[in-house]
């Protein structure tokens, strides 16, 4: 899957949701939609890294301090 497909979906899903919200104006969007992208990108990358923490913070771009303090936030460690 491409980057813009990726994009279109989340476009897509986007534009569901303020359907779905009748007029009602969000709060914290983006929070929101960090929060429920970033548990199931962590999941795959670990999962895909067989659980090497090293390995998951270099392809996500991250510090591995930092990633190993998402994965605790998420309860994935």
């Not at 969000?26 to 429920?36: A, G, K, R, T």
């Not at 670990?46 to 605790?72: D, E, H, I, P, V």
Request: proline share 3%; glycine share 4%.
């Amino acid at each position: 899957m491409s980057k813009k497909n990726i994009q279109d979906i989340v476009r897509q899903s986007m534009e569901v949701y303020f359907k779905d919200l009748k007029g009602t104006e969000p709060d914290n969007l983006h929070e929101m939609l960090v929060e429920v992208v970033e548990k199931p990108l962590l999941e795959i990358v670990m999962r895909q890294a067989q659980g090497n923490q090293s390995k998951a913070a270099m392809w996500l771009g991250l510090n591995r301090n930092t990633l190993r303090k998402k994965l605790l936030a998420h309860k994935l460690i």
